[in-house]
C-alpha cells in the first residue's frame, strides 16, 4: 500500500491483476464448453471477454479473497479462481440491467445490446438492429451466469468446501436477482419511501457485493458460525454505506471515472436513498420539480443541474454523506470487535481498508 | 399405455403427476431462497409456477429419468426431483426466447413479458408497460436458470452421482444458449443453407432435449460409456428428428395443440430445415415469394397458407416427413442395437415409444 492511491489495497498481493488472469484462462472456447458449438458463440465470448477484462475494481472477489484468508485460508490459485467468478456474475448483472434501462454506456464503452446491434447494422443483416442487440444481450448475461457457475465449481478447492458453500452462492445469486427486481418496482410504483430504498440498497447491493462474498470465502474456508456472523455485522452496514455512495456518484459522479453519463440514474428514475430523503424533506415547489424531472429519458444537462441543487439545499446529499460516515463506523467498529481468535491479521487490515476504499468519495 | 392415447408413454409410472408434484413442492419461498427478501419477489414466483405447472408434456424430465433407469438406476423420488429440475432450464429458455422475438403468446397464455406488461398497466405505474414487462421476464428467465441449479444439486442424490454429472449438465446449458445464438445469427444472416439449419437444430434442440438429458439421467447412475455413447447413437437423430416435428408444426401446426399462432416461425423468419430444403428446390417465383413473406412480422393468414403451398409444390414438407422417418429409424436401430447387458428392459421399451411419441404428427 502506497498512501496516495487510494484502491492500493485492492491491488495487495496483485489480486487484481491474478483476478484478471484467472478470467483470461478461463475465458476460452474450452472451459466455457463452447469450442464445439462452432465459431458464431465465440463471438460472445470475445464480449463477455472485453467486458470483463476491462474495467472493474474486483470489489466482490476481493471480499471473498479476503473472507477465506480471514477465516483462515491459505493463499492459492484455487481461491482466485473462485473469488474471479463472481466477476461472471456481475457480468450477467450489469449486461441484463444495460438491457432492462436500455442503457447506451457501460463502463465507459458502448453497453453489450448496443455493440451487438452495431455489428448487425454493419453486416447488414435482415430484421432490426435493436433486437439482434437486445436477443444477443439477454443470451450473453444467461452465459455469464452459467460460467460463472462453472468457474466456481472447477476450482480445485475440495469438494466438501464447495459443497459448504453452494448454500450461500445459490442465496447470492437470488437475491441479486430478486433485489434488482424489488429495484424495477419501486421505481414504476414511484412511491420513494425511505423504507423501500433501503430494502432495495440491501438486497441489490448491500448483501450481494460485501456480505456475501465474505460469506462466500469464508464458507470456502470453513469460518466457524461467529466469524460469518462478525463478516454480516460488518459486511451489512457497509454494503449500505457501499450503495449510498454509488447513488451519490449516479447524481454527483465524474462519468470520466464513472463511465455512464451523469445523471443516468435520473433519467431512469432510480428510487434511491437520496431521493427519498430529498423528497421527506422538499418543499412543495422542490417537490414538483423532482417529480418533473426524476425519470425523463430526455433529461438534459439543466435538469440534471437543478436536480443537484435540489438535493444540496434539501440537504439530502450532507443526509447521505452523514449516514455514509455513520455506516462506515459502525462496520469498522463490528471489525474490531471480532476477537483475535476467530480473525486472522492481515485481513482484519486489510478489511478495514476495503471498508474506507469502497464508501470514499473518489470511488 | 392404453395403445389409444399416443402420449400414454409420457404418463407411464405417472411420471408427468411426479414431475409436476416435484415442482409444485419445490417452486415455494423458502426451497427458492425467496422467503426474506420480502413480497414483491414472489409474484415472479407465482408466475413461474403458473408457467411449469400448465403445460409442458415433460418430454426432457422423461428422457432423464429413463436414462437413469436404462443405467440401473432405481425409481426413487431423488431423481424425479433432478429430471423435474430441466423444465426450469427450460422456462429460461422459452421465457427469454418470448422476450427475444417478441412473441405474444406461449402455452396459449399470454408471455410472460405480456403479462407482466399488462399488470403495469393495470396498476397504473410510472414508465412504460412495455419495458416492465422486459425486465421482469429478464429477471424470471435468470431466476428460472438458477432455480434449476438449486432444484437439480439439493435433490436427494449422493454427492459423488452430482458431481459425476455436473459437467454433463454445464455442456447442456452452454449448448442450449449457444444454440439459441447460432439461431439467431441465421435468422439475420438469411443464407438458409441446409447445413445451417441442420447445426442451429442439433444445438439448440437435438441434444438439448434428448441426448443431454438421457446423459444427466445416465451419468448420475453411473452409466458405462457404452451405454452414453448408444444414448448419443439413438439422442441424437432422434432429437434432429424432433426439431424437423417441430419445424414442421410451426408452419402447419394447429394452434390448439401448438399453444401459438399458426405461422410464428414464419412470421419470426426461422431458417428451418423446411426452409432451407424449399429454397434449394424452389422455382424464381417461389424463391421470391419466400423472400418475400419470410420474416414479415404481419404476416396474415393469407400469406402464410402461399408459404405453405411453396412447402407442398416443392416437395419440402415431403422430404421433411421422410427425413423424420428416416432419423426415427435410425435412433430406433441404434437402441436395438444396444446389448441387453447395457440397458435395462424398460427403459428400452420406454425408450421405443418415447422415440415414436416426440416425432408423432399430432404432437
Same mark, same amino acid.
Given at each position: ?109 458502448? =453497453? ?22 437486445? =436477443? ?163 433529461? =438534459? ?63
Amino acid at each position: 500500500m502506497t498512501g496516495t492511491d487510494p484502491f492500493a489495497v485492492l491491488d495487495r498481493i496483485e489480486l487484481r491483476e491474478r483476478v484478471a488472469a484467472a478470467l483470461q484462462t478461463f475465458l476460452n472456447p474450452d472451459t466455457t464448453l463452447l469450442a464445439p458449438v462452432g465459431p458464431e458463440p465465440t463471438e460472445l465470448l470475445e464480449a463477455v471477454r472485453r467486458f470483463v477484462l476491462h474495467g472493474g475494481k474486483r470489489i466482490r472477489p476481493a471480499f471473498c479473497f479476503w473472507g477465506w484468508r480471514g477465516a483462515g485460508g491459505a493463499d492459492c490459485a484455487a481461491i482466485v479462481q473462485a473469488a474471479a467468478s463472481l466477476e461472471l456474475l456481475h457480468a450477467c448483472a450489469l449486461v441484463h440491467d444495460d438491457v432492462m434501462d436500455a442503457s447506451d454506456l457501460r463502463r465507459g464503452r458502448p =453497453a453489450v445490446h448496443r455493440d451487438f446491434a452495431a455489428r448487425h447494422r454493419d453486416a447488414v443483416w435482415r430484421g432490426t438492429a435493436e433486437t439482434f442487440g437486445t =436477443a444477443a444481450a439477454v443470451l450473453l448475461g444467461d452465459l455469464c451466469l452459467i460460467w460463472a457457475d462453472v468457474m466456481l465449481t472447477t476450482c480445485e478447492l475440495d469438494d466438501t468446501a464447495l459443497q459448504r458453500a453452494r448454500p450461500v452462492y445459490d442465496e447470492m445469486r437470488v437475491e441479486l436477482m430478486a433485489g434488482q427486481y424489488l429495484d424495477l418496482v419501486e421505481q414504476s410504483r414511484g412511491t420513494g419511501s425511505l423504507a423501500a430504498a433501503l430494502r432495495v440498497a440491501r438486497y441489490k447491493s448491500a448483501k450481494y457485493t460485501i456480505e456475501r462474498p465474505l460469506h462466500l470465502g469464508g464458507t470456502l474456508a470453513g469460518a466457524r458460525p461467529e466469524l460469518l456472523d462478525g463478516y454480516s455485522r460488518y459486511g451489512l452496514p457497509l454494503g449500505e454505506a457501499f450503495q449510498l455512495r454509488d447513488d451519490v456518484l449516479g447524481v454527483f459522479g465524474d462519468p470520466d471515472l464513472t463511465g455512464k453519463p451523469a445523471g443516468d440514474d435520473l433519467r431512469e428514475g432510480k428510487r434511491t436513498v437520496l431521493v427519498a430523503v430529498a423528497l421527506d424533506r422538499a418543499s412543495p415547489s422542490q417537490a414538483a420539480l423532482i417529480e418533473r424531472h426524476l425519470g425523463d429519458p430526455g433529461l =438534459a444537462d439543466d435538469g440534471v443541474a437543478a436536480l443537484q441543487t435540489v438535493f444540496e439545499e434539501t440537504g439530502a446529499l450532507a443526509h447521505a454523506e452523514r449516514l455514509i460516515d455513520e455506516l462506515l463506523a459502525r462496520a469498522l467498529e463490528a471489525l474490531h470487535r471480532l476477537p483475535g481468535t476467530a480473525l486472522d491479521g492481515e485481513a482484519r487490515d486489510v478489511l478495514a481498508e476495503l471498508a474506507v476504499t469502497v464508501t470514499a468519495r473518489g470511488r
